[in-house]
């Protein structure tokens, strides 16, 4: 017997068939759970309502949906000896999957660092350096009295710049970052989430703001994911490869 889903099936060996079985069982139990259903809802209803609010679910909705094919295949046969056993190439799939919907990695402690940070009342001069030295492309700003204010990017100081240089203003950089926090064009270029934040949760993020044509420059972690918290670390847009990589997609 074939699986034509994109797992085939020949009889390869019975813990194939088992291994597979557990992950299964353990994601429907997570799915059934997350979406609080009934044990008599079906396993494809089941990604439908968890895919609505789960990335995770939502990225691998369709190979979930084949795995249900094939469950059924291994389950539903007459004989004592199975007809329809997992290759080792779909049984690693689905576990590496179900590891990532019950234990999904975090934003801490992989993005876990100290986050270079200014003041409003630093001088321009002072944070272009600090971008130059540092290679920094954005440096989150804040109060004295520790309220974050905006971000500011390498595009905010280029615009001023070419302002100062169009208006012959001298000593651009003796302004202050305050000053200069009306030529960021884009204010929603940022976003804050907490500590449990997933990395799936952060793609998202990104993805979303790029099919709304925003251009987010960084996300901010904090404990809880309030604005008002201490930082805990920041993600870039360079980043993302990292995230990829560790989540092998």
């Not at 420059?217 to 560790?246: C, H, R």
Request: aromatic share 12%; proline share 4%.
């Amino acid at each position: 017997m074939v699986y034509k889903g994109g797992g085939c099936v020949e009889v390869y060996s019975l813990e194939n068939a088992e291994r597979f079985l557990n992950a299964f069982n353990r994601i429907e139990n997570f799915l059934r759970k997350e979406t609080n259903s009934k044990p008599g809802v079906s396993f494809v209803e089941l990604v439908s309502r968890a895919s609505k609010f789960n990335n995770v679910v939502d990225k691998y909705k369709d190979d979930l949906r084949e795995f249900a094919q094939l469950r059924n295949a291994i389950v539903h046969q007459t004989t004592e000896q199975p007809i329809a056993v997992p290759i080792d190439e779909v049984v690693q799939s689905i576990e590496f999957i179900a590891q990532y919907l019950l234990s999904p990695p975090k934003v801490i402690p992989t993005f876990q660092r100290k986050v270079f940070t200014m003041y409003d009342d630093d001088s321009v001069r002072n944070a272009m350096i600090n971008m130059y030295r540092k290679k920094y492309s954005q440096i989150p700003i804040y109060t004295r009295d520790g309220e974050f204010v905006f971000l500011l990017t390498t595009y905010t100081i280029t615009m001023w710049l070419g302002e100062c240089m169009d208006k012959n203003i001298l000593n651009p950089g003796d302004y202050l970052i305050r000053d200069v926090a009306c030529y960021e064009a884009n204010c929603d270029n940022y976003r804050f989430v907490s500590s449990q934040a997933t990395l799936f949760d952060v793609l998202e993020i990104f993805h979303h703001a790029q099919r709304k044509g925003t251009k987010l420059e960084a996300v901010l972690i904090t404990d809880s994911g309030n604005i008002q918290d201490k930082l805990m670390g920041i993600i870039t847009v360079w980043d993302l490869p990292q995230i990829n990589e560790i989540l092998n997609l």
